[in-house]
T-cell receptor, first 113, second 113 residues
Framework: SQTIHQWPATLVQPVGSPLSLECTVEGTSNPNLYWYRQAAGRGLQLLFYSVGIGQISSEVPQNLSASRPQDRQFILSSKKLLLSDSGFYLC????????????FGEGSWLTVV | GENVEQHPSTLSVQEGDSAVIKCTYSDSASNYFPWYKQELGKRPQLIIDIRSNVGEKKDQRIAVTLNKTAKHFSLHITETQPEDSAVYFCAASSPRGNNRLAFGKGNQVVVIP
């Protein structure tokens, strides 16, 4: 079965500092990877998705960027964090033979202070 | 693109009663409809899904029904228990949207002991 690893699990960063969140996927050959953000008490906002190495699509303009240096690695970054970047960041991927279903990693809690 | 809406935003039920959450979607070509449960502080987890060639699917106390004509689908939880308290997200995917899931904004279900 598929496993999605995210780290760090929790972090507190000052405004203006850089950010790097990492996601790695094991147990699946499906290359689609997604980054979602969930603000406190809100819904799931799709930030980026990738269909393969070096292929990134952004859903909304923002202060963040994503990269896919390896097939099973997806990185979310920022050069200078804003207060509004605080939230719960979730990496997701379809499971093996799951078709349209996606499964989420355990998430990374980011608080920008 | 696909637009998914959930109603009601918050639902309180007495333990043992049934809970029903309804979602509507806009794209008539949508053919896959999953439901996710998110407990406080945790990642969303898939609990049940249905494809457009089926009208109803049941898994123990949980069932999902689909009305393609009206473009809505519903989650039914029978004999609710306190551990059913969570946020529930519906989603839909369409070939016209590259089969990416479009999520609703979530329903907070509170089961009162």
């Amino acid at each position: 079965s598929q496993t999605i690893h995210q780290w760090p699990a929790t972090l507190v960063q000052p405004v203006g500092s850089p950010l790097s969140l990492e996601c790695t996927v094991e147990g699946t050959s499906n290359p689609n990877l997604y980054w979602y953000r969930q603000a406190a008490g809100r819904g799931l906002q799709l930030l980026f998705y990738s269909v393969g190495i070096g292929q990134i699509s952004s859903e909304v303009p923002q202060n963040l960027s994503a990269s896919r240096p390896q097939d099973r690695q997806f990185i979310l970054s920022s050069k200078k964090l804003l207060l509004s970047d605080s939230g719960f960041y979730l990496c997701a991927s379809p499971g093996r033979n799951s078709g349209n279903t996606i499964y989420f990693g355990e998430g990374s809690w980011l608080t920008v202070v | 693109g696909e637009n998914v809406e959930q109603h009601p935003s918050t639902l309180s039920v007495q333990e043992g009663d049934s809970a029903v959450i309804k979602c509507t979607y806009s794209d008539s070509a949508s053919n896959y409809f999953p439901w996710y449960k998110q407990e406080l502080g945790k990642r969303p987890q898939l609990i049940i899904d249905i494809r457009s060639n089926v009208g109803e699917k049941k898994d123990q106390r949980i069932a999902v029904t689909l009305n393609k004509t009206a473009k809505h689908f519903s989650l039914h939880i029978t004999e609710t228990q306190p551990e059913d308290s969570a946020v529930y997200f519906c989603a839909a995917s369409s070939p016209r949207g590259n089969n990416r899931l479009a999520f609703g904004k979530g329903n907070q279900v509170v089961v009162i002991p």
